[in-house]
């Protein structure tokens, strides 16, 4: 296998117990294993949530700090890319794919180093797929890029 880009909907699944599943424990160990790369975002969205649900008694700081200290011992790259396409590729993919800069952040680097998306958020997973990325959902199903569907049609 090889590196993966993941959003953050997937590593909060590692932060949360109510949130976790088998799924999403394979691919905890595939990004353990293989690696992963993400835009610098990802910090803040992970950092943020994991905020928010301190605030809201979710969870306690030294449950924020555990966690974060758990995923920083990923094999996780940050692309150095990202701030220098953020007003023309990735503002561009946004409105075309009708997605957030947040998220057409996930989708650009996908896209750019042709590597699968691991992510929870449909309407990422739609655009990615519609751009023939690989995607790969918490359910664990690989979903077939289009040319990929079109060629297990043929055969």
Not at 9 to 31: G, K, N, P, Y
Not at 107 to 123: F, I, M, Q, S, Y
């Amino acid at each position: 296998m090889s590196e993966v880009v993941i959003d953050s909907s997937i590593a909060l699944t590692w932060c949360f117990e109510d949130e976790a599943s088998s799924e999403t424990d394979a691919l905890f160990e595939r990004v353990r294993d293989d690696g992963a790369v993400v835009p610098a975002l990802w910090h803040l969205e992970l950092s943020n949530v994991l905020l928010q649900a301190e605030k809201r008694g979710r969870m306690t700081a030294s449950d924020v700090a555990m966690r974060l200290e758990l995923i920083a011992e990923l094999p996780i790259s940050v692309d150095q890319e990202t701030t220098a396409r953020a007003w023309r590729e990735v503002l561009t993919m946004a409105r075309t794919e009708r997605l957030t800069t947040y998220d057409a952040t996930y989708l650009e680097l996908a896209v750019r180093r042709g590597l699968p998306l691991l992510t929870k958020d449909n309407e990422l997973a739609e655009a990615a797929k519609r751009l023939g990325v690989v995607v790969l959902l918490s359910s664990g199903k690989k979903e077939l890029s289009p040319a990929n569907r079109r060629q297990s049609r043929e055969t």
